[in-house]
């Protein structure tokens, strides 16, 4: 099994609103992928920043390349996120994971 993660920021007012997006928008686009097969959506308020990580477990990374291409350690963006997103980070990390 392989975690991808990513992190993004918003403005803290936008917190709320954020999260509605990735909820109606970002995870169901996940799970409707093949191979998919959870996450974890973090967030906290820093002072007058939001911080997102996700945190998605797929079967493979050829499964991830299904989700998010051949170039699969580029981060996905949807485009509504530039209407929060502070900053677009180019890349996802990924981790086998080995015990859970």
Same mark, same amino acid.
């Given at each position: 099994?392989?975690?991808?993660?990513?992190?993004?920021?918003?403005?803290?007012?936008? =917190?709320? %609103?954020?999260?509605?997006?990735? +909820?109606?928008? #970002?995870?169901? @686009?996940?799970?409707?992928? *093949?191979?998919?097969?959870?996450?974890?959506?973090?967030?906290?308020?820093?002072?007058?920043?939001?911080?997102?990580?996700?945190?998605? =477990?797929? %079967?493979?990374?050829?499964?991830? +390349?299904?989700? #998010?291409?051949? @170039?699969?350690?580029?981060? *996905?963006?949807?485009?509504?996120?530039?209407?929060?997103?502070?900053?677009?980070?180019?890349?996802?990390?990924?981790?086998?994971?080995?015990?859970?």
């Amino acid at each position: 099994m392989i975690a991808r993660i990513w992190h993004g920021t918003t403005k803290a007012e936008h =917190y709320q %609103e954020y999260t509605a997006f990735m +909820k109606s928008k #970002a995870i169901p @686009d996940y799970r409707k992928t *093949k191979g998919f097969i959870k996450l974890s959506f973090l967030r906290r308020i820093e002072r007058d920043i939001a911080h997102f990580n996700l945190i998605t =477990y797929w %079967e493979s990374l050829d499964v991830i +390349k299904n989700f #998010a291409g051949d @170039d699969f350690e580029i981060a *996905k963006y949807y485009p509504l996120d530039s209407e929060y997103l502070l900053e677009f980070e180019e890349k996802v990390t990924h981790y086998e994971v080995f015990a859970e």
